[in-house]
């Protein structure tokens, strides 16, 4: 019996380094070519870099850390940024298209012209951040909090924004059901 559970732990542990050599091969990968398409970087700290232009189209960055990062041009469509923080980040022109962005930090971020078509931003944080001319069609954006936030020029229809909050004491009921 004890040797069984001496095979489970060490078992455990060699899955869980592994898991981890593969984020930082993957972190590598990303750094060197500017490219993580579909690729696992679960809880990576990608934090202040120069990723401008990436395509992380499908990647797994939930939990990540990418505070401060340039990410201007970045494909993150189809990614899951869930729990991810991106705030004070450099987000110009990004597509978050299809991605899911359930509570994430984007507090003070420079979204401006981003794409957020069919995003999920449920509870997400996106106060006092630049969401100018950014495409919010059919996005989920249910208990998201945008105290402070600029959305001149934005376009959200078919967007939910139920829950959401725009300013101190004001929570919008639009598409609540």
């Known amino acids: 019996m004890k040797k069984l ?19 930082f091969a ?7 070519s500017g490219n993580c398409i579909e690729c ?8 202040e870099m120069n990723l401008s232009g990436a395509n992380l189209s499908g990647a797994d960055l939930s939990g990540a850390n990418l505070k401060k990062s340039n990410l201007f041009f970045t494909n993150f469509s189809g990614a899951n ?3 991810t923080d991106l705030s004070h980040t450099g987000l110009y022109q990004a597509n978050f298209s299809r991605a ?3 509570e994430s930090n984007l507090t003070k971020s420079d979204l401006v012209e981003a794409n957020f078509i069919g995003a999920n931003l449920t509870r997400a944080n996106l106060n ?5 001319f950014s495409n919010l069609t059919g996005a989920n954006l249910y208990g998201a909090t945008l105290i402070g936030a600029v ?6 229809k078919d967007a939910i924004v139920c829950n959401t909050k725009f300013s101190p004491g004001y929570v919008s009921n639009y598409g609540c059901k």
């Open 5 to 23: 559970l001496l095979i489970i732990i060490l078992s455990f542990n060699f899955l869980g380094s592994s898991y981890a050599e593969q984020v």
């Open 26 to 32: 993957n972190i590598i990968k990303l750094k060197e």
């Open 40 to 47: 696992n970087l679960n809880g990576a700290d990608l934090s």
């Open 81 to 83: 940024l869930s729990k």
């Open 100 to 102: 899911n962005l359930t």
């Open 128 to 132: 006092y951040s630049y969401l100018n």
């Open 151 to 156: 959305l001149d020029g934005s376009y959200y």
